[in-house]
């Protein structure tokens, strides 16, 4: 996700989504209401013919969809603005939002959890490190919010015969890497390239940060483009969204457990006990955000933004998670607590 501008006074935010997991934030983050601008295809008729015609225009949300493993987001509302020749205002019209295409949002007010939810997944790519190496060469980037950053390309010393070179060779990457996922707090490691060096540099580097490894044609730019155009990306930030909140339900089920009283669940108890100050940890499944549901989603938006107003983390369960009917038994909405509640 990259945020083009954020004007909160004015209510506009540009962004763009560049994986499958930022259009499901975007998803979450639409209400019935907001205005939507992007450009987008419609048929219209000129000259006696239907033609499909690209244009710009913004709509007044009414409902979204999204479609998962499709890469796209429908967005449905009435026409507000377009060009005047196409005599489209006041109609139905559904945009397809795709990756890498620019939109901007107006909300009459941004929630806060919704601008921390889009910044954190924002910041979110800059815990992926990206390392690119073969025997005589590696490359290290990182994500930033305006771009990629390539921190460092090297060559090395193209092994001879003696296990030596290579040993050297595995060490430098190795150290390179680990200092760079220190200074940039990388939790993941996508390891690439064309032979098998990558897999003893990956070797090295499991049990320390969560690894994938890729085969791509060489340890160059042109490679990290190509690892770029991969899915192992999607998959990187899905996995880790995910394990997140696999991770919370795990101390839910613990504390139950244990007979703690430091869980509660129902939107009335978490929303007392969130007014208090005492949630840690809220698990929302991703229904309970539909934008069909106005009232349903507004009051899970309340519980939401008192969570996040004093403190607490939020963790939206999408509906592939291994926890989610386990989070849905459970009433849609589950939070860990501080303190326990008389």
Do not use: C
């Amino acid at each position: 996700m990259r945020i083009l501008e954020l004007d909160e006074k004015r209510g506009i935010m540009k962004l763009v989504a560049e994986t499958e997991d930022d259009l499901w934030v975007l998803y979450l983050s639409l209400e019935k209401g907001d205005e939507v601008i992007a450009a987008t295809t419609r048929d219209v008729s000129i000259g006696g013919e239907s033609r499909r015609v690209p244009m710009v225009i913004s709509i007044r949300v009414e409902k979204a969809e999204f479609q998962q493993y499709t890469n796209r987001l429908r967005i449905h509302g009435v026409i507000l603005d377009a060009p005047e020749r196409f005599g489209v205002k006041g109609q139905y019209h559904t945009i397809n939002l795709d990756l890498n295409r620019e939109v901007v949002i107006i909300k009459e007010k941004w929630p806060k959890y919704i601008i921390e939810r889009i910044k954190r997944q924002a910041e979110r790519a800059r815990r992926v490190l990206l390392l690119l190496t073969d025997y005589d060469e590696y490359l290290i980037a990182v994500p930033m919010l305006q771009g990629l950053k390539i921190l460092v390309e090297a060559e090395m010393r193209p092994p001879n015969k003696e296990q030596s070179q290579v040993e050297e060779n595995l060490e430098m990457v190795v150290r390179d890497a680990t200092s760079f996922a220190s200074t940039y707090s990388s939790e993941v490691i996508v390891v690439a390239g064309p032979g098998n060096f990558k897999d003893l540099v990956a070797q090295r580097l499991r049990g320390k940060y969560s690894v994938y490894v890729e085969h791509v044609h060489s340890a160059t730019r042109n490679g990290l483009s190509e690892l770029l155009r991969r899915d192992v990306m999607k998959l990187v930030m899905r996995d880790y969204e995910i394990s997140e909140g696999v991770k919370v339900f795990e101390r839910v089920k613990d504390l139950i457990g244990r007979g703690s009283g430091l869980v509660t669940y129902g939107k009335s108890q978490v929303m007392e006990a969130a007014t208090l100050g005492a949630v840690s940890e809220l698990l929302v499944v991703e229904d309970l955000l539909a934008t069909e549901d106005v009232e349903g989603r507004k009051s899970a938006e309340k519980i939401m933004e008192e969570v996040e107003s004093k403190g607490g983390k939020i963790w939206i369960v999408p509906k592939d998670s291994p926890i989610y009917h386990q989070v849905r038994n459970l009433t849609g909405v589950v939070a860990t607590l501080r303190f326990q509640l008389n």
